[in-house]
């Protein structure tokens, strides 16, 4: 088949999808809505594939796919065509997202059954999957855009799927408009890029962009890069606009696991990914980058840790990934980010959907003080769900680990690398041990503290299924991008992630002074400290919370505000609310009263009385009184005949 | 050609008022906007896009003692205003069936009358003939706002008629100062032509405020500021909307803000190119001022139609700061949103109407819930905002990026505090929907004496039309911009010099 | 000091002496009379012009015809002194006199430097009057009013009749003559 | 021009001032009486003093037409003191008082 074709179709079964469901939107025929949305998506997930296998044929050089639909915006110098490009980037975040979304919408079937959106549910996911696509598919920075508010609305809607609650309406808003600013950012990145490179087509830029590194602060791509790093902070959750992720969890689950989760959220490690020819280049970028990156991946743990949604925790928990791939992209490890972003996106998934099926199962209860104990009753999602936990915390061999250990391999090695940002790395790595096993223990072993009334049970296949497929991704999925040094002791298994992403990556060099075998060393020890760390970090949580009654409680009183503080999220909400949103609405109810009503209107106000006081002026000087008259003429006379006399 | 697409509709309003039965007003109406709107199709056909050159012209004399023709002619810069026109009229007859019951015969005529002077200034190239029906426009609007409004129409009509007249007058000054200029440049005569206009060479000094170039400048452009509104002038609109029935309040946002933004492009740029040029900065300060200062007094409004009008100032800045940077991604992105502004903010007010027509209230507070009860109204709701805070693949996003590109290229510094806009603008729409349309169900929505129904065939029919506007200029904005583009692209090129060529070889002459 | 000089300063002094009383006066009465005596004056001036003509009219027509005019109105009033003579106001009051002195003031100046610009000094001028002579006044004068200018003695004559009419629908009772109210 | 010259010659600047003085003399009286009797005779001393104006005029200048105009001034005053003694007789005749702030009434 034609490939401009396969893309045409990749990109509009799920539009077409979206309209199916979209005009039929009241009924509540589940199976039939849920049908047409996973066999829209599928077919795109065999249209992915099939390109993939296209690409796969083609030479490395060469992989390259594009299609031009047709001129989107021409004016003078700038134009946009609606073209869409698969290269070695795009044809693995089109698989994850079809192959995933597929699941999800699976699964999606089973978790949504009851309820009466249900169509709407699957069109707005469907929706979701277009603007993904587009996301990542489109060519140029412009067409990326495009998808990038897609997903954005996308994301709006469904948080904001319960509208009738009040709050799940805010969380909406609240990641839209959060996510706009960062859009204002990128907007003004791609004008810096395009008046410095005449382009926005993200091939050409990565050929445009110099070789020799930019030290200024202020120079364009400097520039341009931090300010699509700042768009970047808004759609994928990193400080300072992560606030909206957690709050984003009022959505269904399955739209946690898809977009908050396994997509959308990553589009800006993606976003960074393709440009990294331009990124690799501002280094002053890619440091800030990594800082934050960091700094999030640490923050967003500890408040994991005290979390006690289910769904919260599992919030915390990506955005303190996405900072992991962040810190990747910014100490140049792009293989290493895109290999999280697909690790994380099989394992998150499958720990949100094993935290659907635990809610669905407890019948919308998401405290995990409330659970405990549920291995018996969810044998499947605690088999799944288990597995997802080795992932995340880095346990070799599965998928977690092999990501996780590239990433701060190169947040050491890297000439971008610092050993601070390696710690913050391990911390974040040791935190993430300890926060996952203390939700596995408080939501499926120890006693049960699940309420008399409700009776767990285990769900449904369309539910199960994805389960299971999302944890044999998430232990094999690492395998295609084993390290050297491993691959060595193992036999030689090349390592296929670096060799597929090779002519798309700009790599830097790594700055580990010594031979090759102290390198390897090196990277032995590191790895063997971070998942020594992670091991004991885990084991001290499950002891405490499942062996030791109440000791959990006596280290939040030992560590009293502090502890305080991080249960409340640093007050970061209520600080950005008090410090931003309030002033701005005091602010803006002042500038009516004030600007608009009082100042504007009573300076019009003001001419007009002067108008009309000028009018009765005049009016009063025609009393009627002849005499005075007669002096108006006088005085007239006067002024008239000085007026002569004096020329 | 296109004096019959100005007198129909008078002709029009003529037979309206006289039409005997009063039942079948309201289709006659429709049946005779739909015939202006498949004419102005028919000029469409006819228009060549490929040029510059002014197009259909007609000239003859009117009052020669003066120089007064009764000159009409249309190039790139007018075609789409005029469609938008046409376009919008019939939907606003069809939006307006139940809203409008009293003295139909009478408003009917009015909304022709009104047609028929916002084409005639779009197409006029005669100064005073242009003037005319500028002020003729005012008229109708004048009777619309004060017959059909709400309970405070008087005060709103005489603001908006004062703060539009006023300015009016001030065009007018300068008008019949340039006519006496003309002697220079036609040899003697006296001439009130637009192409003579063009031809004038008036001396500017920079840093010199008492020169005629200036003087002219401000005069002109005061007079369309305040229609456009921008930002101090800008009290009358949100009265002027608030008071106004449904159907004037989409005229008036649809078609005639555009009439000022339309002037500074047609008559202030080219006309005083020095002046606009050294004078941008006032313009596209007040331009930002606008955007911001709009959306945030927009953020606060209690009503939801005063919200609508505040987002009108705000998107007017976008389109002020476009024509002002005047290069080609500014001036064609303004001319866009100006379209884009007329489709969008005028379905946002038609779908105001449609709530209002049901609960008598736009109080935001009092509503909540409203997506549970009225399904098919939320979708429409939710389009018509998403085209209104420039989401992708709608029309706003097109114009609203290029001008800020424009913005860009004129003042990085410029395009960082325009772009505010875009969170903010996102700010007020979506809180606007969230406490119309989500949480729990409001005062309003709950209260079992009046049934909420969901939009009716004809309230459908009404909006289709303008949620495809939507898609299509979003998505193929070529379509559209096509016919523009070779005007604006001679204007940005030649502004220093300019003068509409009357035939295509004429304008590629000047080309090289 | 001639003769001429002296009569003209005498009746000049009598005539402005003559004139504030008419101003000055608080009862009616006596300001017709001053205006009978200021009317003779500038009679008697007209003589020191030459004017005889005219200044007989002057006597017969305004000391006599609209005197007498005058006066019989004030009889059939019968007003008697009045308590409030002058206008109110102190702020207008001053405005008008300044105003009419200021004037004073600008046609004395521009009488005087107009002459003196003109660069005819008096002399000249009495000179020149002797030398064109107005001798024959009388006879010059009914030659120019009824060759050169009978058509405004004809309109004059015309504007009486009209003022005579207009004056006597004016003061008459309400139904004509011979109603009674 | 020498100050003697000021007393013992007497010129048409003379009679001119002698006449302004008689005009704002009568001035004066317009604005300031209220007696509308004495308003008219006012009016008169402003003509005079015009006429005498007129009449030096005519002297200094040889020319006789200056006393055409005089004779059509005092016409014209004739005519002017028949009709305002008549609006005074008809004012009269409505308050019996000839105070001009009655013709204030006809202020619109």
Known sequence: MNQQALIAILLLSPLIGFFLNGVRFRSTNYVLAGSIATIAVLISFICSVLLFLNLVDLPPEARRITANFFEWIAVDKFKINAGFAVDQISSIMILIITGVGALIHLFSIGYMHHDKGVTKYFAYLNLFIFNMLILVLGDSLLTMFVGWEGVGLCSYLLIGFWFNDSAKAAAGMKAFITNRIGDAAFIIGMFILFMTFGTLNMHELNMLAPTIAESSWLGAVTLGTMMLFIGATGKSAQIPLYVWLPDAMAGPTPVSALIHAATMVTAGIYMIVRLNGLFIVAPNTMMVIAIVGAATAVMAATIGLTQFDIKKVLAYSTVSQLGYMFLAVGVGAFGAGMFHLMTHAFFKALMFLGSGSVIHAMHEEQDIRKMGGLRKYLPITHATFFLGWLAIIGMPPFAGFFSKDEILWKAFSSSQGHILLWAAGVLGAVLTAFYMTRLMALTFWGKSRVDKSVHPHESPWLMTVPLIVLAILSVVGGWVGIPHVISEQIGHIPNFWEHWLEPVIRKLPTVVEGAHHDETMLEWSLMGISVGLAAISALTAYIMYTKKEGASDKVAKAFGPVYQLVNKKYLVDEAYSAGIINPLIEGSKNLWYYVDVNVIDKATYKVTDLVRGGGSFVKSLQTGNMQQYAMYIGIGVVVALSFVLMR | MLSALIFLPIVFAIVMAFWPQKNTVRHLALGFSLIEFVLSLGMLQKFDSSTAALQMVEQTAWIQRFGISYFLGIDGISVMLVMLTTFLVPIIILGSWNSIDKQVKGFHAALFVLQAAMLGSFLSMDAILFYVFWELSLVPMYFIVGIWGGSRRIYATLKFFIYTMSGSMLMLLAIIFMMRLTPEVTGGYISASLLDFYKLNIPFVAGEFLTPQTLLFFAFAVAFAIKVPVFPLHTWLPDAHVEAPTPGSVVLAGVMLKMGTYCFLRWVIPLFPEAAEHYAWIFIALGVIGIIYGALVAMVQPDVKKLVAYSSVSHMGYILIGLFVMNAYGVNGALYQMLNHGISTGALFLLIGMIYERTHSREISKYGGLAGVMPYFTIAFVIVTMSSIAVPLTNGFVGEFLILLGAYSYSPVVAAFAVTGVVLGAAYMLWMVKRVFFGPKGELVKEDHHPLLDLSVREVVVLVPLIIMIFWMGIFPNHFMDFSKASVDYLVKNKMDYSIPLSPNQAQAQEK | ?181 | ?108
């Not at chain 3, 009889?75 to 009419?100: C, N, P, W, Y």
């Not at chain 3, 001028?125 to 006044?137: K, L, N, R, Y």
């Not at chain 3, 004056?167 to 011979?178: E, F, N, P, Q, Y």
């Not at chain 4, 040889?62 to 105009?69: A, L, N, S, T």
Request: proline content about 1%; glycine content about 8%.
């Open chain 4, 1 to 108: 021009m020498p100050e003697t010259n000021m007393i013992t010659t007497i010129g048409a600047e003379h009679y001119l001032v002698l006449s302004a003085i008689l005009f704002s003399i009568g001035m004066a009286g317009v604005l300031l009486r209220r007696n509308l009797i004495v308003l008219l005779m006012s009016i008169e001393l402003m003509l005079n003093a015009v006429n005498i104006s007129f009449v030096t005029f005519s002297y200094y200048s040889g020319k006789v037409e200056g006393q055409i105009m005089v004779f059509f001034v005092m016409t014209i005053a004739a005519a002017e003191a028949a009709v305002g003694l008549a609006l005074a007789v008809s004012i009269f005749k409505r308050f019996k008082e000839v105070n001009i702030r009655f013709f204030e009434h006809l202020k619109g």
């Open chain 3, 1 to 181: 000091m001639t003769a001429d000089v002296f009569l003209f300063w005498f009746l000049a002094l009598i005539t402005v002496i003559s004139g504030l009383a008419v101003v000055l006066m608080a009862n009616p009465i006596y300001s017709a009379l001053c205006l009978a005596m200021t009317m003779i004056s500038v009679a008697a001036i007209f003589v020191t012009l030459q004017a005889y003509f005219l200044a007989g009219v002057q006597i017969i027509v305004y000391a006599g015809a609209v005197m007498v005019l005058f006066v019989m109105v004030l009889m059939l009033f019968d007003l008697k002194h009045e308590l409030q003579a002058f206008t109110r106001g102190r702020a207008t009051g001053a405005l008008k006199i300044a105003s009419v002195g200021i004037l004073s003031g600008l046609i004395v100046g521009a009488v005087t430097i107009g002459l003196t610009i003109a660069g005819r000094s008096s002399d000249e001028v009495i000179s020149a009057a002797a030398a064109g002579g107005v001798v024959d006044t009388t006879r010059g004068l009914s030659e120019a009013l009824f060759l050169k200018n009978i058509f405004g003695f004809e309109a004059l004559g015309v504007l009486l009749l009209v003022i005579a009419v207009g004056t006597v629908a004016l003061s008459r009772s309400k139904g004509g003559t011979h109603a009674r109210d």
